[in-house]
């Protein structure tokens, strides 16, 4: 695969925009489609359709936020599985149902094309610092093959194992990050209810090991009221919801996670674009009697 390989992205917002930085830092050039036709810092040349798209790009990779983004981008006449060519090497970063990813990947058989999903491990931050944790399903050479397109905007690729593997690891993995950040937010919400001192909470939750980085991150953002989208409420609640379909499907019990849905559920009625962080808004609200 040559450094000099045209990289499409169907989706240009927050993470695929930075990712896509990344990948021009690595000698790759870049063409770009979304629905509005705006995305990324204004530099990316972008396309009509994602057919166009996929007639000029060497690979093709997808961020969108849902199976219905995903479905609208590549089925259909304009869609960009209709101008791929025979070959083509198809990266969807999308966090979807597994079932989508496995029926993708076996839609790509028919066609003659590698189709991978692979979502990632990360948010804003992550992306723009070439830190993602790249979670893909495939065959062993069909990771390979798009191995130098995951050095470029992560520093790890886990082959989760065939095709729809990825998609379920990324849920595994939100799952645990949605439902600890309800836990710890419903710690703050016990500490307030009780009197403890807002600052001195949020202080002392920081510097203590039992939390996670990521979720001090969401702490400082809490204490501060900032809750700037890193990880809008309303893609993190739609994985949550992704998850216990599934989980029901396999039979899995899934209690804690569950009921963590509902209070994202509830924040993202509220503020459905900000960060899913403000949870803690939310459960603030329930014990100060504020709007």
């Known amino acids: 695969m040559s450094t000099a390989s045209l990289i499409g992205f169907i989706g240009f917002g927050a993470m695929a925009s930075r990712m896509g930085a990344n990948l021009a830092r690595a000698g790759y050039r870049l063409v770009a489609y979304t629905p509005s036709g705006k995305g990324g810092d204004g530099s990316t040349r972008f396309v009509p359709?994602?057919?166009?798209?996929?007639?000029?790009?060497d690979i093709v990779i997808v961020c969108?936020?849902?199976?219905?983004?995903?479905?609208?981008?590549?089925?259909?006449?304009?869609?960009?599985?209709?101008?791929m060519k025979p070959g083509g090497l198809l990266i969807n970063t999308s966090t979807v149902?597994?079932?989508?990813?496995?029926?993708?990947?076996?839609?790509?058989?028919?066609?003659?094309?590698?189709?991978i999903d692979a979502p990632v491990a990360g948010s804003t931050p992550e992306a723009e610092?070439?830190?993602?944790?790249?979670?893909?399903g495939g065959t062993a050479a069909e990771?390979?093959?798009?191995?130098?397109?995951?050095?470029?905007?992560?520093?790890?690729?886990?082959?989760?194992?065939?095709?729809?593997?990825?998609?379920k690891l990324k849920l595994v993995i939100n799952g645990i990050m949605g439902a600890t950040l309800a836990v710890v937010a419903e710690g703050v919400t016990y500490g307030l209810a009780s009197g403890l001192e807002r600052d001195m909470l949020y202080d002392a939750l920081d510097a203590v090991p039992v939390i996670s980085p990521?979720?001090?991150?969401?702490?400082?953002?809490?204490?501060?009221?900032?809750?700037?989208?890193q990880f809008p409420t309303r893609l993190m609640q739609k994985d949550m919801r992704l998850l216990l379909t599934d989980g029901a499907r396999q039979m899995a019990p899934l209690p804690a996670m569950a009921a963590a849905t509902q209070g994202l559920s509830l924040t993202r009625r509220r503020y459905?674009?900000?960060?899913?962080?403000?949870?803690?808004?939310?459960m603030e609200a329930t014990v100060a009697n504020t709007p």
């Not at 690729?157 to 729809?164: D, E, K, L, N, S």
């Not at 979720?215 to 989208?229: M, N, V």
Request: hydrophobic share 45%; no cysteine; aromatic share 4%.
């Open 49 to 57: 359709t994602p057919r166009a798209l996929a007639q000029e790009a």
């Open 64 to 83: 969108v936020p849902d199976d219905e983004a995903l479905e609208a981008s590549l089925q259909g006449a304009e869609g960009a599985l209709a101008g």
């Open 97 to 115: 149902a597994p079932e989508t990813s496995v029926a993708l990947a076996e839609q790509g058989k028919t066609l003659g094309l590698t189709v």
């Open 129 to 136: 610092s070439g830190n993602l944790v790249v979670l893909a």
């Open 143 to 167: 990771i390979s093959r798009a191995q130098p397109v995951f050095d470029a905007i992560g520093r790890l690729t886990i082959h989760a194992g065939p095709a729809g593997s990825g998609s």
């Open 214 to 229: 990521h979720h001090k991150r969401k702490l400082k953002a809490a204490k501060a009221g900032d809750f700037s989208p």
């Open 272 to 282: 459905p674009n900000a960060d899913y962080s403000a949870l803690f808004a939310v």
